[in-house]
């Protein structure tokens, strides 16, 4: 395997977070997860949770790099800060075990990954599906784990040529 890199789909009720590798131009999802805080907790819990699993996925698959998408500001301010928090816990773990940061806008992983930057995602799990393996323990998966996929296929696109 040439370069494993982990990618993040930020949230802080639910965050995607994927490992991939690339071997021979072929991208191959080595894992994926989606990290669930519980909503009882103390928020700086949550983000203490959230970092510590981030933490033990760095230092089990040993990824080169951070491939991270960009926050998208809707209506909810409230929750763009905690998810913004959270992104924070995340890029502070990837600097902490030396890797190099990837940032891609939703648009630009829609158009690595279906070549519209308008795509639904409906039509981005579809073409995740279809651009890489996915283990059959693992046909269901929240959104947010495809998600994470999504963003390391952009970066394995963009960055690696694949």
């Known amino acids: 395997m040439s370069a494993k890199i982990l990618a993040i789909d930020p949230g802080f009720d639910r965050l995607g977070m994927a490992v991939l590798g690339s071997e021979k131009d072929k ?33 089990e698959w040993k990824p080169v790099s951070l491939a991270i998408e960009t926050l998208f500001f809707n209506q909810n301010t409230t929750s763009a800060l905690a998810v913004a928090e959270a992104r924070g ?24 990954v279906t070549g519209y930057g308008k795509a639904d995602k ?30 390391g296929i952009t970066y394995l696109a963009t960055q690696m040529g694949i």
């Open 27 to 59: 991208a191959t999802l080595l894992f994926s997860d989606c990290i669930v805080t519980k909503k009882g907790d103390v928020h700086s819990e949550r983000l203490l949770a959230i970092g510590s699993r981030v933490r033990e996925i760095i230092e």
């Open 89 to 112: 816990v995340v890029l502070y773990e990837a600097s902490r075990a030396g890797l190099s940061v990837y940032e891609y806008s939703p648009q630009a992983i829609k158009i690595a």
């Open 122 to 151: 409906l039509q981005v799990e579809n073409m995740v599906r279809k651009l890489i393996k996915i283990p059959i323990q693992k046909t269901k998966m929240l959104d947010d784990e495809l998600d994470a996929i999504a963003v």
